[in-house]
Nanobody, 127 residues
Framework: QGPLVESGGGLVQAGGSLRLSCTASGRTFSIYSMGWFRQAPGKEREFVAGIDWSGAGTDYADSVKGRFTISRDSTRGSAESTVYLQMNSLKREDTAVYYC????????????????WGQGTQVTVSS
């Protein structure tokens, strides 16, 4: 197991909600930007949401804006940080493996370049 561990994936009906959690072990993650990516079968991994170290700055992929919310529970210097992805109004096209990621200061859809990745958690949305 690496420093990033995801949980909360599962099977949900379209229109439903899920909350993903990512526990990051290590003090450096308390000052890193964190985020979520996803990869659907046959597709490339894509950015979903990012958040800065303080939680004040966030960014989202256009496809999830207004439906997903990223947040974090950590203080600067803490040994463990937790990042959440609240997913509402889920659609079939949200079906994918969701990966937690962390690293660096940038968190935007075009400049977030994490160096640490979790193992992924499966989210399946049924019609």
């Amino acid at each position: 197991q690496g420093p990033l561990v995801e949980s909360g994936g599962g099977l949900v009906q379209a229109g439903g909600s899920l909350r993903l959690s990512c526990t990051a072990s290590g003090r450096t993650f308390s000052i890193y930007s964190m985020g979520w990516f996803r990869q659907a079968p046959g597709k490339e991994r894509e950015f979903v949401a990012g958040i800065d170290w303080s939680g004040a700055g966030t960014d989202y992929a256009d496809s999830v804006k207004g439906r997903f919310t990223i947040s974090r529970d950590s203080t600067r210097g803490s040994a463990e940080s937790t990042v959440y992805l609240q997913m509402n109004s889920l659609k079939r096209e949200d079906t994918a493996v969701y990966y937690c990621a962390g690293g660096g200061a940038r968190y935007g859809s075009t400049d977030f370049s994490p160096s640490n990745w979790g193992q992924g958690t499966q989210v399946t949305v049924s019609s």
